[in-house]
């Protein structure tokens, strides 16, 4: 490694740890929410979050930059670009920097959101199917004769 992406490194380490704002993302994250890698980094994920919300992860980052704690997983909210909310299942990971010292936080973002308005869904049917039944008076028997 040459020792101005070194220094570069070094410095965007301490400055994410510091003000918790990523200094590298991927394509298929920013696509995610709907923007440019340029558009992320060195923003503060919680100009992510749905207004009003604080970021479960922050309640950890320092467990995590301390070695107290060396995972998080976790699901969470994010605001897509143009205003929707995208659900993602979050795994962190401190790991070592570099050899520099300082821990980094390696996170893996999936995409659930698909799995979380089915998992709505079935809550309402299954609400309907009870409200039905009460007002029908039905209901089902289980077991064996």
């Not at 558009?39 to 980052?61: H, I, K, M, Q």
């Not at 909310?85 to 570099?98: E, K, M, P, S, Y």
């Amino acid at each position: 490694m040459t020792l101005s992406r070194r220094r570069f490194l070094q410095g965007a380490a301490a400055a994410g740890a510091a003000a918790s704002v990523p200094f590298y993302i991927n394509r298929a994250f920013a696509g995610m929410l709907g923007y440019g890698v340029d558009n992320l980094v060195g923003r503060s994920f919680v100009s992510l979050s749905p207004e009003g919300e604080t970021d479960p992860v922050y309640a950890f980052a320092d467990d995590l930059r301390s070695g107290a704690r060396n995972s998080l997983n976790l699901e969470k909210r994010y605001r897509h670009r143009e205003g929707g909310i995208v659900w993602v299942r979050l795994n962190l990971n401190a790991v070592d920097g570099l050899g520099m010292g300082e821990r980094m936080l390696v996170g893996v973002a999936q995409d659930i959101t698909e799995r979380q308005e089915a998992e709505k869904r079935l809550k309402e049917s299954s609400h309907l199917l009870e409200e039905a039944q009460h007002l029908g008076q039905v209901g089902f028997i289980r077991g064996m004769i």
